[in-house]
């Protein structure tokens, strides 16, 4: 197994786009990072460069201590697994597995050994005379990951392997590559634009935007402390609530205020907060953060919201609360008993000690 680092990597295409610009990661051996961002941010080419399926523009990138820049894509012992599984449809499940390993010229009895112990691993020793198309979706995906486990490659790289699949599928394999990787022990780099993935599955992850790396960090520190609004808005489910409003003095004290809003800073937040008197900032509060106040016990008068509820969707174990000022809208996320009145006024309470302030201009965090 190995480590794998990019160093200062930019792809650009002959038409002139930019896919990945100067973007730097060091993944550790045996690590499990994940690659998450929109559509078109650079994770499949960055995933395909370190393959070897795409060339470097420039920049370097090492497998263990080998620089691979000009080393094919089959040398290079990777396995990738991608979106569209790529299996030969008139082979077998077995002969799948099997294909890559007699390329190479491995002994009959070596990979009837490896393509056994692989079926056994993914529980698909029933399907080995198959051929695809008698398959699920599900079950074809194990057999793609099956054809690189067989491999035994030093990193596994994979390219979005579940969007194919139905929710339910997703969640069910998302675990089964999880438990993959626990007992397989090796490197595994994985691209995503599913947040929920990349927070679940992986040790840490890089998000990506417009071709570079926003931040790289394990979840929690991703959830809790985002470098930017980009990297706030991108993790959590559903998503963080920006408001635009100004940081005001009063009495001594120092408040947001967006009108219709006003809340009290916590003291902590004052040497950092006291550059933005009488700017404007974004204030950001995850929807988790935003209690009803009738079900909160001793409500701070100056943390208190006034708004009206317009949407109640129960999701069963909670409720969203879809909410207004007047200016903003924003989502709350409550115990599932909680229905307010729709269009009427009622009073919210905002955890003041887990809410985030990001400048204007930059939008990078300030706390
Ligand atoms: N072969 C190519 N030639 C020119 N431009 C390309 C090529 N492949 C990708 N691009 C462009 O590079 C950018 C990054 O593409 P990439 O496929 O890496 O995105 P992605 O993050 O994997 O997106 P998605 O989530 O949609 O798969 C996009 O703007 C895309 O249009
Ligand atoms: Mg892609």
Not at 291 to 297: E, G, H, N, R, T
Request: proline fraction near 5%; hydrophobic fraction near 40%.
């Amino acid at each position: 197994m190995a480590q794998v680092s990019l160093k200062n990597v930019t792809k650009i295409f002959p038409s002139g786009i930019k896919a990945v610009d100067n973007i730097s990661l060091g993944v550790e051996n045996k690590e499990f990072v994940v690659l998450v961002g929109p559509s078109g941010c650079g994770k499949s080419t960055t995933l395909r460069m370190i393959a070897g399926l795409e060339e470097v523009t420039s920049g370097e990138i090492y497998i263990g201590d080998r620089k691979v820049n000009d080393i094919p894509a089959k040398d290079r012992d990777i396995a990738m697994v991608f979106q569209n599984y790529a299996l030969y449809p008139h082979f077998t499940v077995y002969e799948n597995m099997a294909f890559g390993l007699r390329l190479r010229r491995y002994p009959k009895s070596e990979i009837d050994r490896r393509v056994k112990e692989a079926a056994e691993i993914l529980g698909i020793k029933h399907l080995l005379l198959r051929r695809p198309r008698e398959l699920s979706g599900g079950e074809r995906q194990r057999v793609a990951v099956g054809r690189a486990i067989v491999r035994k490659p030093l990193v596994f790289l994979f390219d979005e392997p579940l969007s194919n699949l139905d929710a339910k599928m997703r969640v069910q394999m998302r675990t089964e590559i999880h438990r993959l990787h626990i007992r397989l022990q090796s490197t595994m780099i994985y691209v995503t634009h599913d947040q929920v993935e990349a927070m679940t599955m992986g040790d840490r992850i890089a998000v990506m935007k417009d071709g570079v790396i926003q931040q790289v960090a394990d979840p929690m520190t991703l959830y809790e402390k985002p470098k930017n609004k980009f990297v706030a808005s991108f993790i959590g489910s559903p998503p963080m609530n920006f408001i635009t409003g100004r940081i005001i003095k009063k009495d001594g004290k120092l408040y947001f205020d967006e009108e219709r809003i006003r809340v009290k800073l916590i003291e902590e937040m004052y040497p950092k907060m006291e550059a933005y008197l009488d700017k404007e900032v974004i204030f950001g509060i995850r929807p988790e953060d935003i209690y009803d106040k009738l079900f909160v016990s001793e409500a701070p008068p100056e943390n208190t919201v006034r708004v009206t509820c317009d949407v109640v969707e129960p999701m069963g174990s909670e409720v969203y609360l879809h909410l207004n000022t007047g200016k903003h809208s924003f989502i709350a996320r409550v115990g599932a008993y909680n229905r307010p009145p729709i269009n009427q006024d009622m009073d919210l309470v905002f955890d003041m000690s887990k809410v985030h302030f990001f400048d204007k201009d930059t939008e990078e965090t300030i706390i």
